[in-house]
Nanobody, 116 residues
Framework: QVQLVESGGGWVQPGGSLRLSCAASGLTFSRYAMNWHRQPPGKGRELVAAITRAGDSSIYADSVKGRFTISRDNADNTVYLQMNNLKPEDTAVYFC?????????WGQGTQVTVSS
């Protein structure tokens, strides 16, 4: 059974930092590209960052470029999202996604709230 479990969310003041983790099990992690998505309150889900299977390339949404960094540890079956200089508009539920062609899995999400 495939599981993706996010952690690291919480409340932070504007300008602060959080590091999200997504631990995968039940799949060959290195065969999957990994994505982080987020869903702000009352809005649709959007792609935040993506990383290749080997971790040698990544892309970011324009809204987070220069502030967020995606990384992965294939030995530990974990993908990370380092979020710096957080803004209130980053408030959302953050989800990780594993993708290998048409094969895809989602985590349950972790809440990130940025407010003063």
């Amino acid at each position: 059974q495939v599981q993706l479990v996010e952690s690291g969310g919480g409340w932070v003041q504007p300008g602060g930092s959080l590091r999200l983790s997504c631990a995968a099990s039940g799949l060959t992690f290195s065969r999957y590209a990994m994505n982080w998505h987020r869903q702000p309150p009352g809005k649709g889900r959007e792609l935040v960052a993506a990383i290749t299977r080997a971790g040698d390339s990544s892309i970011y949404a324009d809204s987070v470029k220069g502030r967020f960094t995606i990384s992965r540890d294939n030995a530990d079956n974990t993908v990370y999202l380092q979020m710096n200089n957080l803004k209130p508009e980053d408030t959302a539920v953050y989800f990780c996604q594993a993708v290998n062609g048409q094969d895809t899995y989602w985590g349950q999400g972790t809440q990130v709230t940025v407010s003063s």
